[in-house]
């Protein structure tokens, strides 16, 4: 056979001769190469790709490009994969070659997904079935919805990967030996799902001997991990670390990086169910590092909130916190990467409608960074929507900008609203059961709005317009789009004028790309509040950790200057160890929650607590004299007396807390001695018998 049995000299000489044949044959025998050995397919590849160009064999050129692409994905290099199928498919279609077309359609798709960029990776999937569908080339409509059903599962779209799945049972054609493992390895994972696992284990055993007969490492690997889930539902443990071990050995090859981190993302989850949290973070770690390198969004973003989750259930707050903020970055970075393929496929085509496409695209992008960086930044709401109403004025009439957030427990919609004329925000609530709201309708019926007369056009929405609440007076044209995440409502974002006609579906859709990215960066600024409050706070009172009080103590020392006071206090719940002692922790920890709870009510601008540690509380008081600082302390002091804490139906216990105080002079060098010289005076109002206030003299 030429390719595998003649030299390469010879093999290259019937490229001359009978081209089409011979490039056929390669195609068949790189692709079955590639899949145990793809080093040497490589090779083999990049030769004969610069034969094909010295001797302008353009079908040849294209082919081996294709072939190259496909290697491409099986290192995890979509950037270069998609550089080589674009240009590979313009040859192709120089060719009038259909098949060809084909082949890049079923690679871009995929390679655009992987990279999460699911507009691109669908607007390819589209051409490769269409041109399929006039063609009637049952091979590749096949091989084009097979790889779209996998996407949805990546996707956790399982109902969709169903559909899909079905609507390939009415197409009956001769498929290769590929083809067939895939397949049985996608049947395996939907009745997975379905929690069929007699049909999961013979779908997937019929993948694995097929893999096997036909020495199709990757795919067999591939193979083995989705075995090792299906094990795993039947409690079959031994085995699941049998196969899994087994996986790891076979994925030490740099070609299947890919797979390995697949493969430890599942593993890593399959350990936080069974509570080895030690093991489980050390797969996903590693895993993260591989998600990291490769910039691929679905598995980064899964490991990532698997890190976040994990940390969490430990109380790591902290490095939960760090993990989210690694993951707004990449997703930072991801745009700049989106950007720069886009530079690249403008500069491959030369063309001046897509220079001018690009530019709007780079408008979007930045504009989608920015706003990303808004959300994730430490504003208050009022600031962050006049930020947002600022960057989208760079791309269309902004007179009014809503923005909501749905409660799915209270079935209520929170908006603020910003009228950039006057520069004011408003801001309110509204009831989901509400037929008169456009907001409603929006989020209910998932669907975008536009409407350039509002007075004409509101009753194709809703009945009446007496309780619009989000449509100011005098407003004409409204866009709205759904803020969607994961196929969930999150709320919904408004851009309104008081002109007519404002708006063109150039804008919606504009609109609505930027809402996609605006959930996810609402729902990451969500997440990151909520962290960074777990990282800060003490869990049972609410109140600063030691830490972090600390760090606001250090700050306020540094400013301390002659026109500044700073007073410290300490206290101390009174007999908190009988407490515990003689009622149990449970009563102690209700007494430390109204402590708590009392302390936070005096937070202020000038004083700022925390729980320094057990029953300890620290207290720093800017601006505070002596005096004034021991007025308080006394004042807090019976207010501590007044508290009380239920023990029972019919008991309570009243507490009392003795405190130390100290006024910094900078002569104590560092924070600390102050908190020292605090602590020592609350020495002597435990020994002078409780319930006091001394000062440090």
């Given at each position: 056979m030429i390719w595998k049995d003649l030299s390469l000299e010879s093999s290259l000489q019937s490229l001359l001769i009978d081209e089409e044949n011979s490039i056929n044959k390669l195609y068949a025998y790189a692709g079955e190469l590639a899949c145990h050995d793809p080093k040497k397919a490589q090779k083999l590849l990049e030769r004969v790709l610069g034969y094909a160009k010295d001797h302008h064999l353009l079908r040849s050129e294209a082919t081996i490009?294709?072939?190259?692409?496909?290697?491409?994905?099986?290192?995890?290099?979509?950037?270069?994969?998609?550089?080589?199928?674009?240009?590979?498919?313009?040859?192709?279609?120089?060719?009038?070659?259909?098949?060809?077309?084909?082949?890049?359609?079923?690679?871009?798709?995929?390679?655009?997904?992987?990279?999460?960029?699911?507009?691109?990776?669908?607007?390819?999937a589209t051409k490769g079935l269409n041109l399929a569908e006039e063609t009637n080339n049952k091979k590749y409509l096949q091989i084009l919805l097979t790889n779209i059903a996998q996407n949805y599962l990546m996707l956790k779209q399982y109902d969709e990967a169903k559909q899909v799945i079905s609507s390939l049972k009415g197409i009956e054609c001769e498929q290769s030996s590929v083809y067939d493992v895939v397949f049985q390895q996608i049947m395996a994972e939907i009745y997975l799902i379905e929690n069929n696992l007699k049909m999961a284990g013979y779908a997937i055993n019929q993948a694995i001997r097929l893999a096997r007969h036909h020495n199709y490492e990757r795919l067999l690997i591939e193979c083995y991990v989705t075995h090792g889930k299906i094990k795993y539902a039947l409690g079959q443990m031994n085995q699941v670390n049998a196969l899994y071990e087994e996986i790891f050995k076979l994925t030490q090859k740099e070609e299947y990086i890919e797979v390995q981190m697949n493969a430890l993302i599942d593993f890593g989850k399959m350990e936080v169910e069974l509570g080895r949290n030690l093991e489980a973070e050390t797969s996903l770690l590693q895993a993260y590092q591989i998600a990291e390198k490769l910039m691929m969004p679905i598995p980064f973003v899964q490991v990532s909130d698997c890190l976040i989750d994990l940390y969490k259930k430990q109380n790591k707050f902290e490095t939960a916190l760090h993990f989210l903020e690694l993951k707004i970055e990449f997703e930072k970075q991801l745009e700049t990467r989106k950007s720069e393929l886009w530079a690249a496929k403008l500069k491959h085509e030369k063309?001046?409608?897509?220079?001018?496409?690009?530019?709007?695209?780079?408008?979007?992008?930045?504009?989608?960074?920015?706003?990303?960086?808004?959300?994730?930044?430490?504003?208050?709401?009022?600031?962050?929507?006049k930020?947002?109403?600022?960057?989208?004025?760079?791309?269309?009439?902004?007179?009014?900008?809503?923005?909501?957030?749905?409660?799915?427990?209270?079935?209520?919609?929170?908006?603020?609203?910003?009228?950039?004329?006057?520069?004011?925000?408003?801001?309110?609530?509204?009831?989901?059961?509400?037929?008169?709201?456009?907001?409603?309708?929006?989020?209910?019926?998932?669907?975008?709005?536009?409407?350039?007369?509002?007075?004409?056009?509101?009753?194709?929405?809703?009945?009446?317009?007496?309780?619009?609440?989000?449509?100011?007076?005098?407003?004409?044209?409204?866009?709205?789009?759904?803020?969607?995440?994961?196929?969930?409502?999150?709320?919904?974002?408004?851009?309104?004028?008081?002109?007519?006609?404002?708006?063109?579906?150039?804008?919606?859709?504009?609109?609505?790309?930027?809402?996609?990215?605006?959930?996810?960066?609402?729902?990451?600024?969500?997440?990151?509040?909520?962290?960074?409050?777990?990282?800060?706070?003490?869990?049972?009172?609410?109140?600063?950790?030691?830490?972090?009080?600390?760090?606001?103590?250090?700050?306020?020392?540094?400013?301390?200057?002659?026109?500044?006071?700073?007073?410290?206090?300490?206290?101390?719940?009174?007999?908190?160890?009988?407490?515990?002692?003689?009622?149990?922790?449970?009563?102690?920890?209700?007494?430390?929650?109204?402590?708590?709870?009392?302390?936070?009510?005096k937070v202020s601008q000038?004083?700022?607590?925390?729980?320094?540690?057990?029953?300890?509380?620290?207290?720093?008081?800017?601006?505070?004299?002596?005096?004034?600082?021991?007025?308080?302390?006394?004042?807090?002091?019976?207010?501590?007396?007044?508290?009380?804490?239920?023990?029972?139906?019919?008991?309570?216990?009243?507490?009392?807390?003795?405190?130390?105080?100290?006024?910094?002079?900078?002569?104590e060098i560092t924070l600390d001695k102050g908190i020292y010289y605090a602590d020592s005076a609350l020495y002597q109002s435990k020994h002078n018998g409780r319930n006091l206030v001394t000062f440090y003299a």
């Amino acid at each position: 056979m030429i390719w595998k049995d003649l030299s390469l000299e010879s093999s290259l000489q019937s490229l001359l001769i009978d081209e089409e044949n011979s490039i056929n044959k390669l195609y068949a025998y790189a692709g079955e190469l590639a899949c145990h050995d793809p080093k040497k397919a490589q090779k083999l590849l990049e030769r004969v790709l610069g034969y094909a160009k010295d001797h302008h064999l353009l079908r040849s050129e294209a082919t081996i490009l294709t072939i190259l692409g496909y290697l491409c994905i099986d290192n995890g290099n979509y950037i270069k994969g998609i550089e080589y199928h674009a240009r590979a498919s313009s040859l192709f279609e120089e060719l009038k070659d259909t098949e060809g077309v084909l082949k890049t359609c079923n690679g871009l798709m995929y390679m655009y997904f992987c990279l999460g960029m699911y507009d691109s990776s669908m607007d390819w999937a589209t051409k490769g079935l269409n041109l399929a569908e006039e063609t009637n080339n049952k091979k590749y409509l096949q091989i084009l919805l097979t790889n779209i059903a996998q996407n949805y599962l990546m996707l956790k779209q399982y109902d969709e990967a169903k559909q899909v799945i079905s609507s390939l049972k009415g197409i009956e054609c001769e498929q290769s030996s590929v083809y067939d493992v895939v397949f049985q390895q996608i049947m395996a994972e939907i009745y997975l799902i379905e929690n069929n696992l007699k049909m999961a284990g013979y779908a997937i055993n019929q993948a694995i001997r097929l893999a096997r007969h036909h020495n199709y490492e990757r795919l067999l690997i591939e193979c083995y991990v989705t075995h090792g889930k299906i094990k795993y539902a039947l409690g079959q443990m031994n085995q699941v670390n049998a196969l899994y071990e087994e996986i790891f050995k076979l994925t030490q090859k740099e070609e299947y990086i890919e797979v390995q981190m697949n493969a430890l993302i599942d593993f890593g989850k399959m350990e936080v169910e069974l509570g080895r949290n030690l093991e489980a973070e050390t797969s996903l770690l590693q895993a993260y590092q591989i998600a990291e390198k490769l910039m691929m969004p679905i598995p980064f973003v899964q490991v990532s909130d698997c890190l976040i989750d994990l940390y969490k259930k430990q109380n790591k707050f902290e490095t939960a916190l760090h993990f989210l903020e690694l993951k707004i970055e990449f997703e930072k970075q991801l745009e700049t990467r989106k950007s720069e393929l886009w530079a690249a496929k403008l500069k491959h085509e030369k063309s001046v409608s897509e220079a001018k496409l690009y530019k709007e695209l780079c408008e979007e992008i930045f504009l989608i960074s920015n706003i990303g960086r808004v959300l994730t930044s430490n504003l208050t709401y009022n600031e962050l929507l006049k930020k947002m109403a600022d960057e989208l004025s760079n791309l269309m009439e902004v007179t009014i900008l809503g923005l909501s957030e749905y409660e799915e427990e209270s079935g209520q919609l929170n908006y603020l609203l910003f009228n950039s004329s006057g520069d004011s925000v408003d801001h309110g609530v509204i009831s989901c059961d509400s037929q008169t709201s456009l907001g409603v309708y929006c989020i209910k019926n998932e669907c975008t709005i536009l409407m350039h007369d509002v007075l004409n056009e509101y009753t194709n929405y809703i009945p009446k317009k007496d309780r619009f609440k989000i449509i100011r007076e005098g407003v004409q044209s409204v866009m709205m789009c759904p803020l969607l995440l994961n196929n969930k409502v999150k709320g919904f974002i408004t851009v309104q004028s008081y002109q007519k006609s404002a708006y063109t579906n150039n804008d919606l859709n504009k609109l609505n790309l930027l809402a996609s990215y605006v959930a996810v960066a609402f729902e990451n600024a969500k997440l990151y509040r909520q962290t960074h409050y777990l990282a800060t706070h003490d869990s049972l009172t609410g109140l600063l950790t030691r830490i972090e009080v600390f760090k606001k103590g250090q700050e306020l020392y540094k400013q301390l200057d002659a026109s500044n006071t700073l007073c410290v206090l300490m206290l101390d719940v009174d007999y908190f160890k009988k407490i515990n002692d003689q009622y149990g922790h449970q009563v102690g920890d209700q007494v430390l929650v109204e402590m708590g709870n009392l302390l936070k009510n005096k937070v202020s601008q000038n004083i700022t607590i925390g729980r320094y540690g057990g029953e300890e509380f620290l207290i720093f008081l800017n601006g505070y004299s002596e005096p004034e600082c021991v007025l308080f302390a006394n004042q807090l002091r019976e207010d501590i007396a007044q508290l009380k804490v239920m023990i029972n139906d019919e008991k309570t216990l009243n507490i009392t807390a003795s405190f130390g105080g100290y006024q910094f002079n900078k002569k104590e060098i560092t924070l600390d001695k102050g908190i020292y010289y605090a602590d020592s005076a609350l020495y002597q109002s435990k020994h002078n018998g409780r319930n006091l206030v001394t000062f440090y003299a």
